[in-house]
């Protein structure tokens, strides 16, 4: 089974947790990434594990808490930890829609003997992310400048299409438990028609993430195929991408053209609708993957592009998170507060 490590090969317990390290995770629909967590912003033995090899979520966290670089750190039984995961949470029983992993909330605290287990929706964590933010860890797209103490919007295109919000409250924030990526696609000119019509064939309904996502990035190459007379090759979704920006296939450039315009508009719908002055930020795999490609696309142009609010949105910040593991930062911050509100109670 294949596991990747990117941190420190040891850990040592740090005086800021008593009672020993955090286990930190997010679970997406392809890959399972896991940390150790000592101190706050102390974060290290990252690992991460496909999905795919693993029967269950709990096959994948004991292939973690068992390896070798895991263990020779000595950190001993873990009594706390978060996971944020990509779907959402309505109670107990949580069933993944990108991937078929199901468990108990409850039964899986017991199997691995946590006194403490969060789980979350991965955009949630995310969205708690962005304050931590360093300026080194996101880039700004476009003008616009950032009002403080005003909401941020949070769209992200990967497996799936993650949406949500941070509301300032007092002296915190609250993330927003939203499932925004799978509204209604709504097509802006007569190309996203004509791709909304090729996928009508194959879906009743077509939501944002049909489109905005790994899936969605191949089903845009093969209508904009169908739409223009070529004949479309059985390429994925990465390989698109690669042809798009080595300049080997017009197409492929295309698909990924509209794809980063569909994108805007859905970032520029999410400020509109949360009044995020704040600024709007991008997350997901796709879209830190496509580098300057996505900086001049017509990303910006379309989220700007709102008739009337033209004006109210290029005021609007947007920036692409860069940071390589920013949903520790989310789950760490949420982890904190519920075990802070434990010992209040």
């Given amino acids: 089974m294949t596991q990747q490590y990117t941190a420190p090969s040891s850990v040592s317990p740090s005086p ?29 033995l990252i690992a991460v594990l496909p999905c795919a090899d693993y029967p269950t979520l709990a096959d994948a966290l004991r292939a973690y808490l068992g390896s070798p670089k895991v263990l ?38 017991l199997e691995c003997g946590f006194e403490t287990l969060e789980v979350v929706n991965d955009f949630t964590a995310l969205a708690r992310a962005l304050p931590h933010l360093a300026d080194s860890q996101k880039l700004q797209i476009g003008g616009g400048a950032a009002r403080a103490r005003t909401p941020l919007g949070l769209v992200g295109a990967g497996t799936g299409l993650g949406v949500s919000g941070l509301i300032p409250a007092g002296d915190s924030w609250t993330a927003l438990l939203s499932e925004g990526g799978h509204v209604t696609f709504s097509p802006a000119n007569e190309t996203e028609v004509a791709i909304l019509q090729f996928a009508w064939r194959q879906y009743e309904h077509v939501s944002a993430e049909r489109l905005l996502s790994g899936d969605g990035i191949e089903l845009i190459y093969r209508a904009l195929a169908h739409h223009t007379g070529q004949v479309a090759q059985e390429l994925d979704a990465p390989e698109i991408s690669r042809r798009a920006l080595a300049g080997e296939c017009a197409l492929c450039d295309q698909a990924i053209e509209a794809f980063c315009g569909m994108l805007g ?66 789950v760490s911050a949420i982890l904190a507060e519920k075990l802070g509100s434990q010992k209040i109670s």
């Fill in 72 to 109: 020779a750190a000595g950190v001993g039984a873990l009594r706390h930890a978060a996971l944020a995961i990509a779907n959402p949470i309505t109670g107990d029983l949580v069933r993944m829609t990108n991937h078929h992993w199901e468990f108990s909330i409850a039964a899986l605290r």
């Fill in 265 to 330: 508009t859905v970032a520029g719908n999410l400020a509109i609708t949360l009044g995020a002055q704040g600024g709007i930020y991008i997350g997901g795999g796709i879209v830190p993957r496509l580098g300057e490609r996505f900086a001049r696309s017509c990303f910006r142009s379309r989220f700007e592009q709102k008739g009337r609010f033209v004006n109210y949105l290029a005021q609007v910040p947007t920036f692409v998170i860069t940071a390589e593991y920013p949903a520790f930062l989310g």
């Fill in 16 to 44: 800021g947790y008593a009672d020993g390290p955090r286990l930190l995770a997010d679970i997406g629909g392809t890959n399972a990434r896991f940390a150790l967590e000592t101190a706050p912003g102390q974060t290290g």
